[in-house]
């Protein structure tokens, strides 16, 4: 009874929101308040796979359900990322019958890894993809040992996993559940030398052995053997090798794919994606397919023009050094002369006013290839202190701290215009700088 209520009020509430954008986590949270135990209460018609990791969970799941419609396939799937309890309710109550049945051939549900234990304590996917696990917002989270362990506590014996072979950490989740893996090659882009400051696996996760690493795509992910117990990258079934980053194209397990967004941690997100769909039963060559057509959410990687100048704003994730250390990357990408906007906020959104994780990315990569670095946000004196260790010359940063100023800043740089700002403020700088 308090089930069926649940999903008529959860569903009333999705209906009622919806036209307002409100109706991603409240209608579920509602439903959980009325039945608190309702995740455990649906009944599933096909395969429920959940998509965790620190970074690239979102656009991995979004991949994974794109290519799931894209071979005809029903999918409920959490799009917006809302990967909490309430979000992960307010896509099963609005998949499912009164009933509670889930009519849908695949559940597709990105979940925070830090929440698993919440939202998988009544109920359980039948696969578990994680792309990565790292130091992500510290001060909330803890370091990594910790969110792994939450992840351990929330995976049941039953679930297969589905885990990313370059990385040591999260390849040794669940060590007893059956598993599969997927890996990368070492690319022309691959380094000898980790180039990012945040490394969490500098010594082996399972003897506290010193690693040696044959090759990083980024961070701690790459080609690992511990020197003292051998624990070294796994055998795995997906493979993406032969990357050409002229065309965008390369090659899992030979079948050929082609993407616009060429860099290695979205290569290794896409493998991440293929090798997913293919457990849950899809053909191969089909999912290589598929997912050459994929199109990312302009969301994160937004390009514009500003007067006579190009601009393009990349987002990560707030008090994320590994997200933003994949920013710096694209930017890099860019040919040409650029001026770097950075805001850094994190007083406004969170309870969490740290800025430690400004310590861990690697600002030093754009020493000597960028016009300028223009600071603004709340916490634009730290970020300046930050850029000064860095070794910046100072004539080469600006920091305005309020933002209505910023413009006239701007205005006074050369070159494309690359903002690196979290989603929460993309709005209000881009208001500002293309007014
Ligand atoms: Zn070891």
Known sequence: MKMKLALILGKLLY????????????????????????LGKFRFDGKVLAVTGSNGKTSTANMVAYILKQQGYTVAHNAKGSN????????????????????????????????SRLIFRDFSPDA???????????????????????????IRPSVKLILNGND????????????????????AQSSQKCLNITHDAKVCPRCFGRMDYSYYHYNHIGGFRCTKCGYTNPDWRYTADQ?????????????????????????LNITAAVAACSELGLDLEQCCR???????????????????????????????????????????????????VVFINNINHTGHRDTTWLYDISFERLLGKVNAIVGTGPRAYDLAVRLKLAGFPSEQ???????????????????????????????????????
């Open 397 to 435: 940063v600006r920091i305005e701290r309020n933002l209505s100023q910023l413009k006239a800043v701007v205005d006074k740089t050369r070159g494309d215009i690359c903002i690196l700002t979290e989603l929460y403020d993309a709005k209000s700088i881009l208001e500002v700088i293309s007014k």
């Open 15 to 38: 209906l009622l929101g919806k036209p307002f954008g409100k109706s991603t986590n409240l209608p579920g949270e509602l439903a959980l308040k009325i039945c608190p135990h309702l």
């Open 84 to 115: 909490l309890t309430g979000g992960v309710a307010t896509t099963l109550l609005t998949a499912a019958s009164l009933s509670g049945r889930v009519r849908r051939d695949f559940v597709v549900l990105e979940v925070d890894e830090r929440f």
């Open 168 to 187: 040591p950490i999260s390849a040794d989740l669940a060590p007893a559940n059956q598993r599969v893996y997927y890996g990368m090659a070492q690319t």
């Open 290 to 340: 598929a997912v050459s057509t994929f199109v990312p959410l302009k969301q994160r990687y937004d390009e514009f023009q500003v007067g006579d100048r190009r601009a393009v704003m990349i987002l990560s994730k707030n008090q994320n050094p590994v997200s933003f250390d994949q920013s710096i990357s694209h930017l890099l990408e860019r040919e040409g002369e650029k001026t770097v």
């Open 243 to 267: 990357v050409d980053f002229a065309s965008g194209d390369f090659t899992i397990n030979g079948y050929r794919v082609h993407t616009d967004y060429k860099d290695l941690f979205n290569l």
């Open 128 to 154: 578990l993809l994680c792309t990565n696990l790292f130091r992500d917002q510290l001060t909330r989270n803890g370091n990594v040992d910790v969110i792994l362990e939450k992840l351990h506590e929330a």
